[in-house]
DNA sequence: CCGGCAAATTGATACTCTATTGATTTACGA
DNA sequence: TCGTAAATCAATAGAGTATCAATTTGCCGG
């Protein structure tokens, strides 16, 4: 097992864990064998394992749990492609799918807008203002807030694509679930140019609260999309 | 070969039990058999049993009622007493909830709009015309078509307020699966007068293709909403 | 039909033992 | 100084066993 000259050992069974897990031999929810019998197996000591375990629990990929186990907790598969990444994305052009990418337009941080619906426990919060497209299509106008106590700075350059990768990567924020109202709201004056409709046009307008896995809500959103390219789309079983 | 431990006994049995849920072999309303007999069955203890069903008890999978037995609860969310009837309704009032009803405004046996998506495979449908409310407040207005091969005839004074219910009980059709795209358009000018617009007024517009349990689309609807009092709600997870 | 009672069943608690991770310390080698 | 090994003890979870409380259900008699 041991490579000298290499990754310190704690290290190399991290990658290899790492690796496991990103390759589906490790699934979510499965029990590692005791540390006993890993080190054992792995011929190193317990404390070098724990420090290899410690790290996969920093990274969310593993829940430690004194005198049971520990437990695989894969969540959003890192692996994976942009599938889990925009799991909660239900915008599509009205033909169906497309490729979600979307511009920043500015990112603040301020005193919450009274009218959000409720999240979080600060204040203040950091203003996403984004422009969304499907596989090129101008598609709709964001506006998302994140409660501040999330993080004190937040910059457009810090942003990808998929925010809810952005937090889970970046700031250990899951989020678990959210809910959506879809109704008709007039679009904002601060719209982009490039979005076809001219401000205070009634559009489609979806009201957006997201929790993280312990429950809290974390986030706001308002979205205003374009009927004509764009459906939100749901599908019930 | 990633390793992996066994997961603790009250796990496994929870797990199992999930399994015979999903996989029908526990139906809805069941009682499990007596503590005492699963435990010996299993060769386990009480205590372990009981954390096993105190688990699927809290993801609302069992009902324990204490000197009766245990029951599966495995139908929609408990906390819809009809909600089995309505699983399917996305519309709530602004303030959230609501008991929906409807009023039939027609039911009438015709060639299917060819501007409707393509569901069922007679040419012929029945459309049926409905003002939905919820807790009696105005909320939408639903055009409806029914495959014509699922029925010849069909009468408004046959209908419930569930239409889905109607179908399952009186047709043998169950709606195992639906696809809802939401948009905007105009307010058809057979919209009644009691419904708060004006037609021609550019609305909330929900298209709906429902599916049967053998997978074939056999409904298809467009539904216009008031924006001021109603959402289209969507719990993600 | 109602009330009482017995039987069946789950709810709750306590105790014991084993397994497992959490935490800390010391020592050694590169 | 950092990585690693090894040891020890603390704390927690899991599992088994036992006992009693509380509730439900069914049966029987008045």
Redesign the pocket.
Same mark, same amino acid.
Do not use: Y
């Given at each position: 097992m041991?490579e000298t000259g290499a $990754?310190? $050992?704690?290290?190399?069974i991290s990658e290899l864990l790492i690796r496991d897990i990103a390759a589906g031999r490790l699934v979510d929810g499965e029990r590692?064998?005791?540390? %006993?019998?890993?080190?054992a197996r792995h @011929?190193?000591?317990? @404390?070098? $394992? %724990?420090?290899a $375990?410690?790290a996969l629990?920093a990274q969310g990929m593993l829940e %430690?749990?004194? @005198?049971? @186990?520990?437990y695989i907790r894969s969540g959003p598969d890192p692996g994976r492609g942009s599938g889990a990444v925009y799991a909660f994305l239900r915008l599509e052009l009205a033909e169906g799918g497309g490729l979600p990418t979307a511009r920043v337009l500015s990112v603040d941080r301020l005193p919450k807008d009274p009218a959000l619906p409720e999240f979080g426990s600060d204040p203040q919060g950091h203003r996403i203002r984004r422009l969304r497209f499907l596989s090129g299509t101008v598609a709709a106008v964001e506006e998302i807030w994140l409660d501040g106590a999330q993080t004190p700075v937040l910059k457009a350059s810090d942003l990808s694509e998929s925010l809810y990768h952005f937090y889970s990567t970046r700031l250990g924020l899951r989020i678990a679930r959210a809910e959506d109202r879809v109704g008709q709201g007039p679009l904002p004056d601060w719209a982009p140019s490039a979005f076809p409709y001219p401000p205070g046009t009634a559009l489609p307008m979806i009201t957006r609260v997201s929790h993280s896995h312990d429950g809290a809500a974390v986030e706001a959103s308002w979205t205003w999309f374009d009927p004509q390219h764009v459906r939100y789309t749901v599908r019930l079983r």
């Open positions: 041991a $990754l310190p $050992l704690h290290m190399q590692l064998p005791p540390e %006993r019998e890993m080190a @011929g190193i000591s317990i @404390g070098t $394992l %724990r420090k $375990l410690a629990q %430690r749990v004194q @005198g049971s @186990g520990n």
